[in-house]
């Protein structure tokens, strides 16, 4: 009897937000793999895919097409091969509702879902892919790629509850204890706002491999999103020390840290940014004028005015108008700085300040 054993998959992502790194983490075949000649298939027919989760608990079924069922899963193979997802739809989802097979409906059914994404329509995709799930019809290879996909899609949908419940159930299942998946769980959980419980998992990631970039922001970033700024900072603080850190937003990630750890953070922040500057890492744009001012803000209500004058001087430069040089005027002010109060209270004017009478007033004081 002719069988259909090799359902087709699609790869797909985990996207988080801008602040978490997403792990790909479904079936790593890609769509050209639906896109094989008829020869490859019936070599690979004959050498059966060696199992990815050897330690699954779920009994493979063993259930396979009829010989009526296969030309309806043709048909919907050549239709998805041909790029025509409308009729894919149109055929595997009443032929899915139809039969009584198991192994058919579960065929159709993915394979619907694969063209509902393909369509984005991410519903119907989730939708198709826990029917196909349900049905139970799929060798466990295809079975739990199918489930990577619904958590893939219940991710796009927001729907984080859903996507951990079906990972869960993926991890009890299969007993896989690769990296990837603690990395999604967590990643699921920092979007869902458990920033704490992600933290906590990109932690032991973290300890396992200290040297992965991407795993250590993930960390800092879960951390700082549950205020532990502390425990966040030190991991920053000891990735610059091996020279770790790279980019801007990695520096700026450790000089906000610690800006929101303490009173006297400012002073820590400030070498950071210091070093940030001197190793051409931070470039000096609005950015950096931003940073400069916020150190100089809290080094002023430290009551260090000289500290104070030192980083809105460096700020000043950097933004679009005046009101730092302002802010520089009257902390000189307080100094009784006279000549450099009139200095900075002209060039606030000359860039453009909310307040000018008060501008004017400094700029022409005796």
Same mark, same amino acid.
């Given at each position: 009897?002719?069988?259909?054993n090799?359902?087709l998959?699609?790869?797909m992502?985990?996207?988080?937000?801008?602040?978490?790194a997403a =792990?790909?983490?479904?079936d790593?075949?890609?769509?050209?793999?639906?896109?094989?000649?008829?020869s490859?298939?019936?070599?690979?027919?004959?050498?059966?895919?060696? %199992?990815?989760y050897?330690?699954?608990?779920?009994?493979?079924?063993?259930?396979? !097409?009829?010989?009526k069922?296969?030309?309806?899963?043709?048909?919907?193979?050549?239709?998805?091969?041909?790029d025509? &997802?409308v009729?894919?739809?149109?055929?595997?989802v009443?032929?899915?509702?139809?039969?009584?097979?198991?192994?058919?409906k579960?065929?159709?059914?993915?394979l619907?879902?694969?063209?509902? #994404?393909?369509?984005?329509?991410?519903?119907?995709?989730? $939708?198709? &892919?826990?029917? +196909?799930?349900d049905a139970?019809?799929?060798?466990?290879n295809?079975?739990?790629a199918?489930?990577?996909?619904l958590?893939?899609?219940? +991710?796009q949908?927001?729907?984080?509850?859903? +996507?951990m419940?079906?990972?869960?159930?993926?991890?009890?299942?299969?007993k896989?204890?690769?990296p990837?998946?603690? #990395?999604m769980?967590?990643s699921?959980?920092?979007?869902?706002?458990?920033?704490? $419980?992600?933290?906590v998992? &990109? +932690?032991?990631?973290?300890?396992?491999?200290?040297n992965?970039?991407?795993?250590?922001?993930?960390?800092?970033?879960?951390?700082?999103q549950?205020?532990? &700024? =502390?425990?966040?900072?030190k991991?920053?603080?000891?990735a610059?020390?091996?020279g770790?850190?790279?980019?801007?937003? $990695?520096?700026?990630?450790?000089y906000?840290?610690l800006l929101?750890?303490?009173?006297?953070g400012?002073?820590?922040?400030?070498?950071?940014?210091?070093?940030?500057v001197d190793k051409g890492?931070?470039?000096?744009?609005?950015?950096?004028?931003?940073?400069w #001012?916020?150190i100089?803000?809290?080094?002023?209500?430290?009551?260090?005015?000289?500290?104070a004058?030192?980083?809105?001087?460096?700020?000043? %430069?950097?933004?679009p108008d005046?009101?730092?040089?302002?802010?520089?005027?009257?902390?000189?002010n307080?100094?009784?700085?006279?000549?450099e109060?009139?200095?900075?209270?002209?060039? !606030?004017l000359?860039?453009?300040?909310?307040?000018?009478?008060?501008?004017?007033r400094l700029?022409?004081?005796?």
């Amino acid at each position: 009897m002719k069988t259909l054993n090799r359902p087709l998959t699609v790869a797909m992502a985990l996207v988080l937000g801008a602040a978490v790194a997403a =792990p790909a983490f479904a079936d790593p075949q890609s769509r050209q793999a639906g896109r094989r000649d008829r020869s490859a298939q019936k070599e690979e027919k004959q050498q059966k895919e060696p %199992p990815r989760y050897p330690q699954a608990t779920r009994a493979e079924p063993t259930v396979r !097409a009829t010989q009526k069922g296969v030309k309806h899963l043709q048909a919907m193979t050549k239709a998805y091969n041909d790029d025509n &997802f409308v009729e894919v739809v149109t055929i595997a989802v009443p032929f899915a509702q139809s039969t009584d097979n198991a192994y058919e409906k579960a065929f159709a059914y993915q394979l619907a879902g694969v063209a509902s #994404s393909e369509n984005n329509d991410a519903a119907k995709a989730a $939708e198709y &892919f826990q029917a +196909a799930i349900d049905a139970n019809g799929l060798d466990n290879n295809s079975h739990y790629a199918v489930m990577n996909n619904l958590i893939a899609t219940q +991710a796009q949908l927001e729907q984080w509850d859903a +996507a951990m419940k079906t990972l869960d159930r993926f991890l009890a299942e299969t007993k896989t204890e690769e990296p990837q998946y603690l #990395s999604m769980k967590a990643s699921l959980l920092s979007s869902a706002g458990r920033s704490e $419980e992600a933290s906590v998992l &990109f +932690a032991e990631l973290l300890a396992k491999n200290p040297n992965d970039k991407k795993l250590l922001m993930n960390t800092v970033v879960t951390l700082q999103q549950a205020d532990k &700024f =502390p425990a966040a900072n030190k991991l920053l603080l000891d990735a610059q020390q091996k020279g770790m850190l790279t980019e801007a937003n $990695e520096y700026r990630a450790l000089y906000s840290g610690l800006l929101n750890e303490d009173d006297n953070g400012w002073k820590r922040a400030a070498i950071v940014v210091r070093d940030g500057v001197d190793k051409g890492i931070l470039p000096k744009d609005q950015d950096l004028g931003k940073a400069w #001012s916020v150190i100089a803000n809290q080094a002023f209500f430290a009551d260090d005015l000289d500290a104070a004058a030192k980083y809105y001087a460096e700020a000043a %430069p950097l933004m679009p108008d005046g009101e730092t040089w302002l802010n520089l005027a009257k902390v000189y002010n307080n100094q009784g700085k006279t000549t450099e109060q009139r200095a900075a209270a002209k060039e !606030a004017l000359a860039k453009g300040v909310k307040n000018t009478a008060e501008a004017q007033r400094l700029a022409n004081a005796k």
